[in-house]
């Protein structure tokens, strides 16, 4: 009998943001919740995290950024993605981020933002709800 695949989730540090709490709670949610999580660490460049997701064969990238370099960070992430065919990566943000730029974010193709309020289950049925497996 075939048991459903688990969800693979890459979680994420760039630039020179060193305030990793956050993220590690996340990670620890969705290894909780039966996902297979695999975090970069800190001061990761864009170009890493998405070789780390082809690597990896991950279905969620899930990116936390408080140093308020978002704006910069995620459309450069979104292109690499595209440039090496794997657009379909569902991408997320965590971190202090201004609403206006959130959906600026969203409509540039990131899945969804978590504010550091966000309950850990409404990340984790996120999640089970965008991806197929």
């Not at 075939?2 to 990670?27: F, Q, T, Y």
């Not at 864009?46 to 978002?70: K, P, R, T, W, Y």
């Not at 450069?76 to 090496?84: F, G, P, V, Y």
């Amino acid at each position: 009998m075939m048991g459903e695949r688990k969800i693979r989730v890459l979680m994420a540090k760039c630039g020179l943001d060193g305030h990793d709490r956050g993220v590690k709670v996340v990670a620890r949610a969705l290894r909780d919740a039966g996902m297979e999580v695999i975090y970069t660490g800190l001061h990761q460049k864009a170009e890493q995290v998405v070789a780390a997701a082809i690597q990896e064969d991950v279905d969620v990238i899930g990116l936390s950024i408080l140093s308020g370099a978002h704006m910069t960070i995620f459309p450069k992430l979104l292109a690499l993605l595209r440039e090496r065919g794997a657009g379909d990566i569902l991408v997320l943000g965590g971190g202090t981020i201004l609403p206006e730029e959130a959906e600026a974010l969203k409509g540039m193709g990131v899945a969804e933002i978590f504010g550091p309020d966000t309950p850990l289950q409404d990340i984790v049925a996120f999640i089970r709800g965008a991806v197929k497996t």
